[in-house]
């Protein structure tokens, strides 16, 4: 079975500290897919990036960065300079490659940053 | 540029009440599939479905029906709502390619409350 977990509950931080959202999953399937999505106060979930199970190279976006290791099973999300407009929940999730294609959740992180 | 549209946004039902929550998506995606996202829980699969005609359940069905007559519609049925199916609904839908991991989209979420 496939699980996400996102130990972080709750995370502050002044505007323009960096912060590192954790992420771990578990799944032995060996094609997978790894999201993030956005939560901000309105409610809608706002895709952020994918990234395959063949595919370890960090990826930078703005003040986003995301770092994927294999051999620790982490897909952790850094978000450089935060601004107020940062603070949403942010949820990390897993896909397998066939079937459902239906994504598994860990249950977020709950950033809040203060002015 | 709509994208997957759910109706209504928000809905308070009596005990044992019936409805019907609506999605749509005009991307011509083949999978669709509804969410339930509960307090500290992250979003979990109710129904799902890999193209018309074809439905299946997910990790928390009970209480739920779902029916696939064309590619566009995906409706979420409850039968005799409860207290407990007070949640955000999320619809969401992807491509089917295989071993392209495509992301998946979201709708904008249902707020309905069980008294």
């Known amino acids: 079975a496939q699980k996400v977990t996102q130990a972080q509950t709750e995370i502050s931080v002044v505007e323009k500290e960096d912060v590192t959202l954790d992420c771990v999953y578990e799944?032995?399937?060996?094609?997978?897919?790894l999201f993030w999505y956005k939560q901000p106060p309105s409610g809608e979930l706002v895709f952020l990036i994918r990234?395959?199970?063949?595919?370890?190279q960090n990826e930078i976006s703005g003040r986003y960065s995301w770092n994927f290791q294999k051999s620790t099973s982490s897909f952790n999300f850094t978000i450089t300079a935060s601004q107020v407009v940062d603070s949403a929940v942010y949820f990390c999730?897993?896909?397998?490659?066939?079937?459902?294609?239906?994504?598994?959740f860990g249950s977020g992180t709950r950033l809040q940053v203060q002015p | 540029n709509a994208g997957v549209t759910q109706t209504p946004k928000f809905q308070v039902l009596k005990t044992g009440q019936s409805m019907t929550l609506q999605c749509a998506q005009d991307?011509?995606?083949?999978?669709m599939s509804w969410y339930r996202q509960d307090p500290g829980m992250g979003l979990r699969l109710i129904h799902y479905?890999?193209?018309?005609?074809?439905?299946d359940q997910g990790e928390v069905p009970n209480g739920y029906n779902v029916s696939r007559s064309t590619t566009e519609d995906f409706p979420l049925r409850l039968l005799s709502a409860a207290p407990s199916q007070t949640s955000v609904y999320f619809c969401?839908?992807?491509?089917?390619?295989?071993?392209?991991?495509?992301?998946?989209?979201f709708g904008e979420g249902s707020w309905l409350t069980v008294v």
């Open positions: 479905s890999v193209g018309a005609g074809i439905t």
């Open positions: 999730a897993l896909s397998e490659d066939t079937g459902r294609r239906a994504l598994t």
């Open positions: 990234r395959n199970s063949f595919d370890e």
């Open positions: 991307m011509n995606h083949e999978y």
């Open positions: 799944t032995r399937d060996t094609t997978y897919y």
């Open positions: 969401a839908s992807s491509r089917k390619t295989p071993g392209s991991g495509n992301t998946i989209y």
